[in-house]
């Protein structure tokens, strides 16, 4: 047996370790019961029994703003489909503190160097230059519009007293596109012109976008097609629209010139000037879509009607002829189709001033036309109260009164939609929303038998430079003197124009031009009417837009058959039963007295003669000269800013 022995050394290690481990367990215990206890209270605070806060101490937990938080940023602006016509991007302004600038001199300097085109001598003015600095002003801007590279580059020349201020710049991608819808906005981004402008407090405080009516796509190819043809012929302006029938909404409309709406302040008068809503214009033939429309609407006169052109009517000094005289009995069809004056002039007098009025009334020819755009111009017209002979004629072919082109348009839509008059509108229309409701200022079948004799003058008349291959177009030239300074019309100086509708088998949409004050070329003939110069370009814009509005050509027979069913005879006959006007038969019951005089005949005694009842008309105002304003061309093109007497008739 082996034999241990301990020393009192290790005896006494031993019992010191002992002790270690008894006082490590002791402490261990009170660490669990500490954290026992701890956690039963715990427990207790947040579960058993919770102590919340007062509604007092909550409220002085929350952060008091003393700073109103920013309005919205101006809102995009937006076509039909979405396409963004004018957005708000991140910019900064470049401003100084004089005071703070130690030499403005070559401050100014490395500003130009940083960023081109600075003006360095006005710059160190503006800064202070020969100023003491506690004389300088506190704050002065240098630009309020940088670039993302110059801020970067003003930015790494550490000058003392320049800084930055952060806002928004206005951008409109497309540059020139819509120019004259959107408008423009001043250095503070506020509107100044267009669609900017009239929804100014709309853009600033509803952030969601605002959709137009136009179409990005067909507003490009009629803003190509109207710069083509103001080029073409020379011409100092123009003005071009694209309108739905049956809504109002505007999808394309442009004027010419125009401008970069990025840089609206560059802009010159006239490429800020808008021909479509802000120019008034005299329009020519086209006007006799009104009046025949408003013949036919009367009842006194029908479509089979035959008129005497065979000669030229004298009013006082001047003569009204026709462009082309037929010599000839015309029927109403024939009148729209070669566009004679003559029959227009005589179909107005039958119906007299009273009914004309009245109907120009109904078009709101006599008023501001109704559109989201700032200043559409009061129409110009001879006094209401004293529309004589010499007016009630020159009216009827679009002479003596002056609108602006998109009020012209909007009266053609119920001569082709069935009689409904919408207001004109550069909002889209949501086709599941509610639809505009119109006014209906004509009966269907009057609208029905103006579309058939419009088809007429595509295919057989005036307006033959308008068809398109594959689809049934109608439509109407116009062709107006321009007024001089002098205060008379111009001598072979004319405003041409044409107005379309297709398809005419449905028809859906309404394109007119115009070119104002076009030379003549040799490709029409040396002529400077509607049908050479402004309908040849509206027909590439159908032909263009057409498969873009889901408006497909059609051919061979089906095209021949809606050909046949979509015109009426140039020469009709009386239908059975009825009675037609003709040689042996000028007048219906009813024709005013004006009719009477221009056949050189004395009114009947209880016939009406112009606005008066026969008794209440002195003699002397059944004489040919009356005073009234003519309505000038566009202001913007200088020398035409006259009015002119009206002396007895037209030219």
Request: aromatic letters at 6%.
């Amino acid at each position: 047996m082996e034999q241990v022995r301990v020393t009192s050394p290790e005896l006494e290690q031993r019992r010191t370790l002992d002790r270690a481990r008894k006082r490590i367990l002791v402490a261990a215990c009170l660490f669990i019961g500490a954290y026992f206890v701890l956690g039963l209270k715990l427990i207790w605070s947040t579960v058993v029994d919770p102590k919340l806060p007062s509604a007092a101490q909550i409220a002085a937990m929350q952060p008091m703003l003393s700073i109103t938080p920013p309005p919205p940023g101006r809102a995009d602006i937006t076509d039909r489909n979405g396409t963004i016509l004018a957005v708000s991007l991140p910019g900064a302004s470049l401003y100084a503190d004089p005071r703070q600038v130690p030499d403005p001199q070559a401050a100014a300097q490395l500003l130009a160097n940083a960023m081109p085109g600075v003006n360095v001598a006005l710059t160190a003015a503006r800064l202070g230059a020969g100023v003491p600095p506690e004389k300088r002003k506190e704050f002065v801007y240098l630009d309020r519009r940088l670039t993302p590279q110059e801020e970067l580059a003003v930015n790494s020349l550490g000058i003392p007293g320049i800084y930055f201020e952060n806002n928004e710049k206005r951008h409109y991608p497309d540059g020139n596109l819509a120019a004259h819808i959107l408008g423009g906005v001043r250095v503070d981004s506020s509107g100044v012109a267009g669609v900017e402008e009239y929804f100014n407090k709309r853009l600033t405080s509803d952030p969601a976008p605002l959709m137009l009516s136009i179409d990005a796509g067909i507003q490009s190819i009629v803003q190509s097609e109207l710069t083509a043809a103001v080029k073409e012929f020379q011409s100092p302006g123009g003005c071009a629209i694209v309108m739905n029938a049956h809504t109002g909404e505007i999808l394309a409309m442009a004027s010419a010139p125009d401008y970069d709406v990025n840089d609206y302040g560059a802009a010159t008068p006239s490429q800020q000037f808008d021909r479509c809503v802000n120019g008034t214009y005299e329009p020519g033939s086209v006007f006799k879509l009104q009046t025949l429309s408003m013949a036919l609407d009367s009842g006194m006169i029908h479509w089979w009607d035959y008129f005497d052109t065979t000669h030229p009517l004298q009013v006082g000094h001047f003569q009204i002829t026709d462009f082309e005289p037929a010599h000839t009995w015309m029927a109403v069809p024939e009148i729209l189709n070669v566009s004679s004056n003559i029959g227009a002039s005589r179909i107005a007098t039958i119906l007299g001033p009273k009914i004309e009025q009245a109907w120009y009334r109904k078009q709101q020819f006599f008023q501001p036309l109704n559109i989201e755009l700032p200043g559409p111009p009061v129409p110009q017209f001879h006094p209401l109260n004293s529309w004589g002979l010499a007016t009630t004629m020159t009216v009827s072919f679009g002479a003596g009164i002056a609108l602006s082109p998109l009020q012209l348009v909007t009266a053609v839509l119920p001569v082709v939609n069935g009689g409904i008059r919408y207001q004109p509108t550069l909002l889209a229309v949501n086709p599941d929303g509610p639809q505009p409701q119109g006014e209906r200022i004509m009966k269907a079948s009057t609208s029905a038998i103006m579309c058939k004799m419009m088809t007429n003058v595509v295919m057989f008349g005036t307006g033959k430079n308008a068809a398109v291959p594959g689809y049934i177009v109608g439509g109407k030239t116009g062709t107006a003197q321009v007024v001089g300074p002098d205060g008379r019309y111009l001598q072979h100086t004319n405003n041409a124009s044409f107005l379309a509708v297709f398809p005419m088998n449905d028809p859906q949409y309404v394109v007119y031009m115009l070119v104002l004050q076009p030379k003549p070329t040799a490709a029409t003939y040396g002529f400077t009417t509607g049908g050479f110069i402004a309908a040849p370009s509206v027909g590439q814009i159908i032909a263009r837009i057409g498969p873009m509005l889901g408006i497909m050509p059609v051919s061979g027979g089906q095209l021949a058959q809606l050909e046949k069913q979509l015109t009426v005879p140039l020469n009709p006959t009386t239908p059975p039963g009825q009675v037609g006007l003709g040689p042996g038969n000028p007048l219906p019951p009813g024709a005013n007295g004006f009719a009477y005089m221009l056949m050189g005949q004395k009114p009947p005694p209880n016939v009406a003669v112009g606005l008066q009842a026969p008794a209440a008309v002195p003699a002397a105002a059944h004489g040919l000269r009356h005073g009234g304003v003519m309505a000038p061309v566009s202001p913007m093109l200088g020398s035409h800013m006259t009015s002119r007497e009206m002396d007895d008739g037209v030219s």
